[in-house]
């Protein structure tokens, strides 16, 4: 992947020293995923032009970790904070943050909460002025999501998120993000809607054809995204998918100058 010529010099600063890559913000990202008759489909937004990150790309739902995600009174069933630890390969904290994060944050951008009245059920209808309601409250960090959970009686499915992968925004970018990728199932009953935000676009579309697209120039792709994609690319169900076994290797790009060229190395 060939980058601006202007990130060379500060790629420069960083390995002679002169300056510190910015910290990256512990973050999470779900591909959200259903059946249709012509095979496995991913829900995908298009960022706003106007972004400060990643302008124009088409993503996953996803983004930081609120402080008050970690909140311990947060109702949770499934694997244990301390399970998803393990699995993340991080401390037990930063995994009850990031597996609530990545609730969270599809909620706030697709309308898809998985969550339930108990273990075994889910919520089967999120639309509704009281939903956008709260649905916006957590968009303006007006309401934790402990306390919507808390008042709607309902529990967060850690149950319903596969560990995908763990992507790092290279060294050299002004906006830095340690990112967790998830991978869940459409709720039955639940649909998504364009909630609008942060993006302009919404669809639903075969991972292969995503890639066709941004191959052919019509979308742009992250390399995370593009990388991902290809996997799920490979199944043709979403059970499949849910139930692959993967190891969760962290990945950080990085930056390098081949013939005077700025490039980006996976």
């Keep these: 992947m060939e980058l601006p010529q202007e990130l060379l010099e500060r790629a420069r600063a960083i390995a002679a020293g ?3 890559p910015v910290p990256a913000r512990d973050s999470a990202t779900v591909a959200l995923l259903r059946d249709r008759p012509g095979g496995l489909e991913v829900y ?3 960022r706003k ?5 990643a302008a124009g790309a088409y993503v996953f739902p996803g983004g930081s970790v609120d402080p008050r995600d970690t909140d311990h009174a947060l109702a949770w069933a499934g694997p244990s904070p301390a399970e998803w630890a393990k699995i993340l390969q991080s401390d037990e904290s930063t995994a009850r943050g990031l597996v609530c ?10 309308g898809v909460l998985l969550a339930g009245p108990g273990p075994d059920e889910v919520v089967a209808d999120t639309t509704g002025e009281d939903w956008e309601a ?3 409250a957590l968009i303006d960090r ?3 999501f402990a306390d919507f959970l808390d008042r709607r009686e309902l529990v967060l499915r850690t149950d319903l998120l596969t560990a995908w992968a763990h992507w790092v925004t290279p060294d050299v970018e002004t906006k830095r993000f340690d990112t967790r990728f998830f991978a869940a199932a459409l709720p039955y009953g639940q649909r998504t809607r364009d909630v609008g935000g942060e993006a302009d676009q919404v669809c639903w579309t075969r991972p292969r054809e995503a890639l066709d697209r941004a191959e052919r120039g019509d979308i742009f792709l992250m390399p995370p995204t593009y990388v991902t994609l290809g996997e799920l690319a490979e199944y043709g169900e979403s059970a499949a998918v849910l139930a692959a076994e993967r190891e969760i290797v962290r990945v950080q790009p ?13």
Excluded at 49 to 53: C, D
Excluded at 101 to 110: N, Y
Excluded at 254 to 264: A, C, K, N, P
Aim: cysteine-free; charged content about 35%.
């Design 254 to 266: 990085r930056v390098v100058e081949i013939d005077g060229q700025v490039r980006l190395d996976v």
């Design 134 to 136: 709260d649905r916006l």
């Design 142 to 144: 007006g309401l934790a």
């Design 18 to 20: 002169r300056i510190d």
């Design 44 to 46: 995908l937004l298009r």
């Design 101 to 110: 994060a990545a609730v969270r944050e599809t909620f706030e951008e697709s």
């Design 49 to 53: 032009a106007t972004m400060a990150f």
